[in-house]
C-alpha cells in the first residue's frame, strides 16, 4: 500500500539559512499534518491543511511557513534557521470518513550546524 | 489543551515476557492511535482505537472512553520490539494530534 513520502529524509544546513521540506500524502487523502519531535521528546503539532487551506496551527515560529499545493502535496519552508531547530519533521496524511486515522512519513532529519 | 500521560517511563524486560503499557488522557477524545517508534525513527501505526478492542497478532489494545485511558498489551516480547511506543489523541473539534511522552521498551535477549 501507498504510504507518505517525505523529501529529503536528512538534511543539514548552517544557520541563517532556508530549507524545504517536501511531503507527499497518501493517494485520496485531504488533509496533511507536519510535526516536529526534538531529541528526546514527543512530537509537537506544528501545521494542518485540510483541501489546501490552512486548518489548524500550532507552536509554529513565524519563520516557518507551509501551504498545501492542488496536487495535495505540501511544503514547510524554514527561514533564519537556528540551532534549536535541529529536530525530526514528520509529515502525517488523512482522509476525512469519520475514521481520522492519521498516517506518518518516514520524516525528515534536519541537522542545523 | 488535552494532556496526555504514560505509563511507565521506562521498561527493560527480557525476551518473551509480556507487558503493559497506559495512556490516561484528561478529556474525551474522537481519535486514539497508538505508535511503536523504532530505532530509526519512524513512526509506526499500530492501532486505532478511540474506543473498544483490537488485536493484532501480538499485539493487542483495549480503550475504555469513559474512563479516559487506553493500554496496550504486547506479549512474548522480542528485541525487535525494543523503542518508544507513543499514544496520541485528538478531542472532538480538533484534529491534530496531541502525543504522550512516550514508554521505551528496551527487550534484552
Not at chain 1, 501545521?47 to 496551527?57: H, N, V
Not at chain 1, 529536530?87 to 469519520?98: I, M, V
Not at chain 2, 486514539?32 to 492501532?47: A, D, R, V
Amino acid at each position: 500500500a501507498a504510504g507518505v513520502i517525505q523529501s529529503p529524509r536528512h538534511l543539514i544546513k548552517e544557520k541563517r539559512e532556508t530549507a524545504t521540506l517536501k511531503c507527499y500524502p497518501i493517494p485520496r487523502h485531504d488533509t496533511v499534518y507536519w510535526y516536529q519531535q526534538g531529541p528526546g521528546q514527543d512530537p509537537q503539532f506544528l501545521i494542518s491543511f485540510y483541501e489546501k487551506m490552512q486548518s489548524d496551527k500550532g507552536s509554529i515560529p513565524d519563520r516557518f511557513s507551509a501551504q498545501q499545493f492542488s496536487d495535495y502535496h505540501s511544503e514547510l519552508n524554514m527561514s533564519s534557521l537556528e540551532l534549536g531547530d535541529s529536530a525530526l519533521y514528520f509529515c502525517a496524511s488523512s482522509r476525512t470518513s469519520g475514521i481520522d486515522e492519521q498516517f506518518f512519513g518516514p520524516g525528515t532529519r534536519l541537522t542545523v550546524l | 489543551g488535552i494532556q496526555v500521560e504514560q505509563s511507565p517511563p521506562d521498561l527493560i524486560l527480557q525476551e518473551g515476557a509480556n507487558s503493559t503499557l497506559r495512556c490516561n488522557f484528561s478529556d474525551s477524545v474522537n481519535n486514539l492511535q497508538w505508535f511503536h517508534q523504532n530505532p530509526w525513527g519512524q513512526l509506526i501505526n499500530l492501532f486505532y482505537i478511540p474506543s473498544g478492542t483490537k488485536q493484532n497478532g501480538r499485539l493487542s489494545a483495549t480503550t475504555v472512553a469513559t474512563e479516559r485511558y487506553s493500554l496496550l498489551y504486547i506479549s512474548s516480547s522480542q528485541t525487535t520490539d525494543s523503542g518508544v511506543y507513543f499514544c496520541a489523541v485528538d478531542s472532538f473539534g480538533n484534529e491534530k494530534l496531541t502525543f504522550g511522552t512516550g514508554t521505551r521498551l528496551t527487550i534484552i535477549p
